[in-house]
């Protein structure tokens, strides 16, 4: 058999399968309750708006455009409606700031691609969005921790860049400012503000992961790191922070439009990126987005608003009523995810393995979101597809069995 991997390229080594897609396949099993995979509820889609959409775009002088070849940048019309859009939460922008991608996962590795030199050091949350992580390992980057602001001197980042390899540099700090993946917190006005001073001291890019901005449930809105950065430089072309956002957890993401908002400068770079790999996303999905959006944008994200934010006091309240004392988590305002933290000793990749054997309970343990694969004792909980019955009866299920695990320490 011809060896494949002498022919491999090193960076392949460190391509991993996500432990989350795994576990999406547990959804196929009736006797799963899942609370793993952070995807959209389907029956939240607009499907019937869709349809219309793809009849209206397939008739008549539009269908030839869609069905054809089109530019890297985008429709056009979408990057039109999206400069508004970001108008509305205080990026000013135009459509020349504007990159649409095959969803927001494709806006990463890209970045990857655009910044990463082998070595070199990327600044990140622990724990941080599991996918960041494998679009980025692919361009064999180092992995530094993005602390709480203040706790870090811009030096400290530099020194331990440099113990990498002569030369190595840190490249960009990459965030989850809004109901991060997977803790469901939020980055405060303050700890953005120190994010850009720490930007401008070692003169990297910041990446804004901007995924589930939309899903705010309570609490005042921040305003974006980009709107932040705008609001310091008078012009986005003036800016160091690239926005990623996504039409998947709104929309829907079967269809995989996403978009990148930055300085004219990388968004031209972006885009020969773009060719060399796609050539562009798929036109006719992006023209059917367009006028759904125009249509019943604002309706669609209240309608999934209110379903979530019942799904996430049903979980809270559930937590609170079957998890021993020891245990531990977030309270979002808002996005997909609870984070919970296990008492110290405690492996959440162990307690799945029972929990599946005996309980029919599926999460995702924490260790994979974090770069040095720390985080043991962690977990991640998504609410986003689990009805009221199916989370009473999971967290019953779940927490009786941490609360016998803890009984025989």
Request: net charge neutral; hydrophobic share 45%; glycine share 6%.
């Amino acid at each position: 058999m011809f060896d494949w991997d002498a022919v491999f390229a090193t960076r392949a080594g460190r391509m991993k399968a996500s432990e989350i897609r795994e576990l999406l396949k547990l959804l196929e099993r009736p006797d799963i309750l899942s609370f793993a995979g952070g995807i959209p509820d389907p029956a939240l889609f607009p499907a019937a708006e869709m349809s219309a959409a793809y009849a209206s775009v397939l008739s008549g002088s539009q269908a030839s455009g869609a069905l054809q070849y089109s530019v890297s940048e985008g429709y056009r019309p979408l990057r039109e409606w999206l400069a508004h859009e970001m108008g509305r939460i205080g990026i000013a922008c135009t459509v020349d700031n504007i990159l649409i991608t095959s969803g927001s996962q494709q806006v990463l590795d890209y970045l990857g691609k655009l910044f990463l030199s082998p070595a070199d050091t990327a600044l990140v949350t622990w724990p941080t969005y599991l996918g960041a992580l494998q679009a980025f390992n692919a361009y064999e980057p180092a992995y530094d921790r993005l602390t709480p602001m203040g706790n870090r001197t811009a030096d400290s980042y530099r020194e331990r860049a440099a113990k990498q390899r002569e030369r190595a540099r840190v490249k960009f700090a990459y965030v989850t400012a809004d109901f991060s993946n997977p803790t469901g917190e939020t980055m405060s006005r303050t700890a953005r503000e120190q994010l850009l001073d720490l930007a401008e001291e070692l003169d990297i890019p910041v990446i804004e992961d901007a995924a589930y901005q939309a899903l705010r449930y309570d609490g005042e809105p921040v305003p974006p790191i980009l709107a932040l950065d705008i609001a310091r430089k008078g012009h986005i072309n003036e800016t160091r922070t690239l926005y990623s956002g996504s039409f998947s957890k709104t929309l829907a993401p079967g269809l995989r439009v996403g978009f990148v908002v930055a300085a004219e400068p990388v968004i031209r770079k972006l885009v020969l990126v773009k060719q060399a790999a796609d050539l562009h996303s798929s036109t006719i999905n992006q023209m059917a987005i367009t006028e759904v959006a125009k249509t019943i944008f604002d309706a669609q994200v209240a309608k999934i608003r209110a379903t979530y934010r019942e799904r996430r006091d049903l979980l809270l309240a559930a937590l609170a009523r079957h998890m021993p004392e020891a245990v531990r988590w977030t309270k979002p305002e808002g996005g997909m995810f609870i984070w919970v933290t296990l008492p110290a000793g405690m492996s959440g990749a162990a307690l799945l393995k029972a929990s599946l054997e005996s309980e029919k309970v599926a999460f995702v343990p924490g260790q994979a979101f974090f770069a040095d694969g720390s985080g043991e004792n962690t977990l991640r909980l998504s609410f986003s597809c689990a009805n009221a019955a199916m989370i009473e009866e999971g967290m019953a299920r779940l927490g009786r069995l941490i609360a016998a695990q803890l009984a025989q320490v």
